[in-house]
């Protein structure tokens, strides 16, 4: 309590919501690195799938040819990763839904986000060689869904009167941007094998645009908390 009739709300559950997003997002990303590193034999980012990473076991994979060698000794981990992640991110995106947009635009948008999130994590619950089917259905249903739920935030935001600007571009229309290069890259996961298209590359631009708006919307958080605590420091002197 400061002054007559003045509650101050602490900002630190806000920035706290804010760096799990960044560290989740960023840690889906970024496991990559070292489980690829750790695969027996060698990992194409350009050519292989993230499910790859991922499989619980060893051997050839693929139906065409030639079939492609997996062993990744890290699945564990890039698994859990997938899960942890997923399920963060998910009940972030409930918790943000004023923040996107105090809308039926926002809420929808935030629970679209959040679904994809749980399929992001049910990717991680059943390997490509455990279920191929299923993980197929979770995989290219989440990065349909996660984009659509970008696509939304994205109208929500820019039909809202309070603007949320990164540097010169505002967060809506960058929203309903990558949301596009996502669902681009959707529909080239569904082409046909004999096209020989680069696997690995067009299954990341389908499904980095979500996590990379977790990203850039927690870091916006965080900056706008911390201006926000100079203003009030500001103040007290």
Not at 125 to 152: C, I, K, R, S, Y
Not at 189 to 199: K, N
Request: hydrophobic share 50%; net charge negative; with cysteine.
């Amino acid at each position: 309590m400061t002054g007559s009739g003045t509650i101050r709300v602490s900002p630190k559950p806000e920035r706290v919501w804010a760096l799990l997003a960044v560290l989740a997002a960023l840690l889906a990303v970024l496991i990559e690195i070292p489980a690829a590193l750790a695969s027996e034999g060698t990992y194409s980012f350009v050519q292989q799938s993230i499910s790859h990473l991922g499989m619980t076991g060893c051997g050839e994979w693929g139906d065409s040819e030639p079939l492609i060698e997996v062993c990744s000794p890290a699945h564990p981990l890039v698994n859990g990763v997938f899960i942890l992640a997923g399920s963060m991110l998910a009940v972030i995106a409930f918790v943000w839904h004023d923040w996107i947009a105090p809308t039926a635009w926002g809420r929808c948008g935030s629970f679209l986000l959040a679904a994809g999130g749980m399929l992001l994590a049910g990717t991680g619950m059943v390997p490509a060689d455990v279920d191929p089917t299923m993980h197929a259905v979770l995989g290219f249903g989440g990065v349909v869904v996660e984009n659509l739920g970008l696509l939304t935030v994205g109208i929500a935001m820019t039909r809202w009167s309070k603007e949320r600007w990164i540097g010169p571009v505002e967060l809506g229309g960058l929203s309903i941007g990558l949301a596009a290069l996502g669902f681009a890259g959707t529909l080239l996961m569904a082409a046909p094998e004999d096209w020989g298209l680069p696997v690995g590359i067009i299954e990341r631009v389908a499904a980095y645009p979500f996590l990379a708006w977790f990203v850039l919307a927690g870091w916006m958080q965080l900056r706008d908390a911390s201006r926000r605590h100079r203003d009030l420091d500001g103040r007290r002197r």
